[in-house]
Nanobody, 127 residues
């Protein structure tokens, strides 16, 4: 089993920044893809960003490109998401996820590629 615990959420004004972290424990593996998803109230969960184990492959949702940066530290089993220039539409619960295989082009934005999920951390951006 793998446990994922997110932290770093909170309330911030539009234009501000937050840094989310995800700590992985249990039967973790540095070879798996890690990702961030988010879910706003009343909406479906949506892809935010994904990163391969070596950080060679990175993908972002169009809505966050140029504002968010995903990174990972395999030695520490951590995943991060630096969020800058936040907008009210970024308000959501943010989830960390770990996949069960290596990067597959065109598939890493799909929730069903990820086997393990954290409990989520709330990010609220006020206007």
């Amino acid at each position: 089993q793998v446990q994922l615990v997110e932290s770093g959420g909170g309330l911030v004004q539009a234009g501000g920044s937050l840094r989310l972290s995800c700590a992985a424990s249990g039967r973790t593996s540095s070879t798996y893809v890690m990702a961030w998803f988010r879910q706003a109230s009343g909406k479906e969960r949506e892809f935010v960003a994904a990163i391969s184990w070596s950080s060679t492959f990175i993908d972002y949702a169009d809505s966050v490109k140029g504002r968010f940066t995903i990174s990972r530290d395999n030695a520490k089993n951590t995943l991060s998401l630096q969020m800058n220039s936040l907008k009210p539409e970024d308000t959501a619960v943010y989830y960390c996820a770990q996949g069960s295989r290596s990067w597959i082009v065109g598939r890493m934005a799909l929730p069903n590629e990820y086997q393990y999920w954290g409990q989520g951390t709330q990010v609220t951006v006020s206007s």
